[in-house]
């Protein structure tokens, strides 16, 4: 598994804080609870570093209120599920996304840890078929 792509930069999305419905158990399935998302997309920026224009840089607040919307939105049963769905989002926000690397952590999944979670790593060809 590569954790770096040659000649991308990086857009890094940390510690985002979402409430919402997420796990198997009935109280899980019923009330909100904190859900922690790290994303970061691998990306040429060289255009918008010369340009200084908008339009050439990815917009980095769209596709973190997709990320929000679906989170608050959606009710999926495993980590597993949510941590593919939010890698889908980043690289459909942006033609120019060619990787991301999505975290999402439960703080407050286990008795005795700061949380647990799972990260994935998927390229543009992998989430669409590109």
Same mark, same amino acid.
Request: glycine share 6%.
């Given at each position: 598994m590569h954790l770096t792509?040659?000649? @991308?930069?990086?857009?890094? +999305?940390? *510690? @985002? =804080?979402v %409430?919402?419905? @997420?796990?198997?158990?009935?109280?899980?399935r019923?009330?909100r609870?904190?859900?922690? $998302?790290?994303?970061?997309m691998w990306? *040429?920026?060289r255009?918008?570093?010369?340009? *200084?224009?908008i339009? *050439?840089?990815?917009n /980095?607040?769209t +596709?973190?209120?997709?990320?929000?919307?679906? $989170?608050?939105?959606?009710a999926?049963? =495993?980590?597993e %599920?949510? $941590?593919?769905?939010?890698? #889908?989002?980043?690289v459909?926000?942006?033609? %120019?996304?060619?990787?991301?690397?999505v975290s $999402?952590?439960?703080?407050?999944? =286990? #008795?005795?840890? #700061?949380?647990?979670?799972?990260?994935? /790593?998927?390229? #543009?060809?992998?989430? @669409?078929?590109?």
């Amino acid at each position: 598994m590569h954790l770096t792509t040659p000649n @991308l930069d990086k857009i890094e +999305i940390k *510690d @985002l =804080l979402v %409430r919402g419905i @997420l796990g198997i158990n009935p109280e899980e399935r019923k009330n909100r609870q904190d859900i922690l $998302v790290n994303v970061t997309m691998w990306v *040429d920026t060289r255009q918008a570093g010369i340009s *200084d224009a908008i339009e *050439d840089a990815v917009n /980095y607040k769209t +596709i973190t209120k997709a990320i929000l919307a679906h $989170v608050e939105g959606g009710a999926p049963m =495993l980590v597993e %599920r949510l $941590v593919a769905e939010i890698a #889908r989002i980043a690289v459909a926000g942006d033609e %120019r996304v060619q990787a991301v690397q999505v975290s $999402v952590e439960k703080p407050t999944a =286990l #008795r005795f840890a #700061r949380s647990v979670g799972i990260t994935i /790593y998927r390229s #543009r060809d992998e989430l @669409l078929g590109e």
